[in-house]
């Protein structure tokens, strides 16, 4: 991939932050955004898809410094503290079944713990210009995405409800005629959404983490893992595909972790923040070489510690 431009950019260029969908691997978007944070790179656009849509408001909403980044740190640490995903998947899915998808067993909690993580009910899209916030959705009446953000009188705790609204534990968001649903059931890197709404270079910080297939794994649950998996993994490509075809440069940082992480396992969530850093500073050395962020000749562990103990000396 091409390297970041060395000269400032141009009045109608328009870099885009895209942050994918992925459960409390979204932890790893907040250290890659750490990382970017320090070598001075400003998005003029956020746009996200589930986990990523949550992160990308919370960046709108406390701005792309370091005290906006401390506000986001919380919130994780935050989630982390609380229930949010009971991991009892089965039990969960059997009781949506019950209520026939029509009562939102979590969804008032998660609308709770959004507005007091900062994402208030009066926010609308038209707040944010620089950068603008789109929310990506899936619209199960269009059978197509839906961008929140679009539309800028669209308030942004509707299109982070409905951006993660992941069934079972949350269920479909009814929004006059739309039924909208997580957006990754269509745009899990909405590296797409982002070309139609004008980005012409994007970072995509994508949490897809495909394991070695069990051939020998038999039943429904590896068939519905593999499923999924053969979808995300082709959602990816062709919106990948596309934007080279379109020739839009696409820097696409794939954050992997060393275990696999449950949508709603958060236990890991400091050691997360670290990886994403780590692997963020190394996707930052390969598009500027020679290029060391890190304040002050610190080692980039270094330079997360000293930030994560004076988060902590703040919060605490």
Not at 185 to 195: F, R
Not at 218 to 240: A, C, D, N, Y
Request: with cysteine; net charge neutral.
């Amino acid at each position: 991939m091409m390297p970041f431009a060395a000269s400032p950019p141009s009045a109608s260029s328009r870099l885009a932050f895209v942050l994918g969908g992925g459960g409390a691997r979204g932890a790893m978007q907040v250290g890659a955004l750490l990382a970017l944070l320090e070598a001075n790179i400003q998005p003029d656009m956020l746009i996200g898809t589930s986990i990523g849509a949550v992160n990308a408001a919370m960046v709108a909403i406390h701005g792309f410094t370091q005290n906006g980044m401390d506000h986001l740190i919380h919130a994780w640490l935050e989630a982390k503290t609380t229930d949010l995903l009971p991991g009892d998947y089965l039990r969960i899915a059997v009781r949506t079944m019950i209520n026939s998808m029509g009562k939102a067993i979590y969804q008032e909690e998660m609308r709770a713990f959004y507005i007091g993580i900062g994402i208030r009910p009066e926010l609308q899209f038209r707040d944010f210009q620089h950068p603008k916030l789109y929310c990506v959705a899936t619209d199960l009446n269009r059978y197509d995405t839906y961008i929140f953000g679009n539309d800028p009188e669209q308030f942004v705790l509707d299109g982070v409800l409905a951006s993660a609204a992941i069934p079972p534990w949350i269920p479909p968001l009814r929004l006059g005629n739309e039924l909208l649903m997580d957006g990754g059931a269509l745009s899990n890197l909405p590296i797409e959404p982002a070309m139609r709404m004008g980005a012409t270079e994007i970072i995509a910080l994508d949490l897809f983490d495909p394991r070695p297939p069990d051939l020998e794994a038999r039943g429904f649950s590896p068939f519905i893992e593999k499923l999924l998996t053969s979808v995300e993994h082709r959602q990816v490509t062709m919106e990948l595909a596309l934007a080279r075809s379109r020739g839009l440069v696409v820097h696409h940082w794939q954050l992997r972790y060393h275990r696999s992480v449950p949508v709603w396992d958060f236990r890991d969530t400091e050691d997360l923040f670290q990886v994403g850093y780590m692997q963020g500073m190394a996707y930052l050395r390969q598009k500027r070489p020679g290029m060391n962020p890190a304040t002050q000749g610190e080692s980039h562990r270094q330079t997360l510690q000293a930030w994560w103990r004076r988060f902590v000396e703040k919060f605490r």
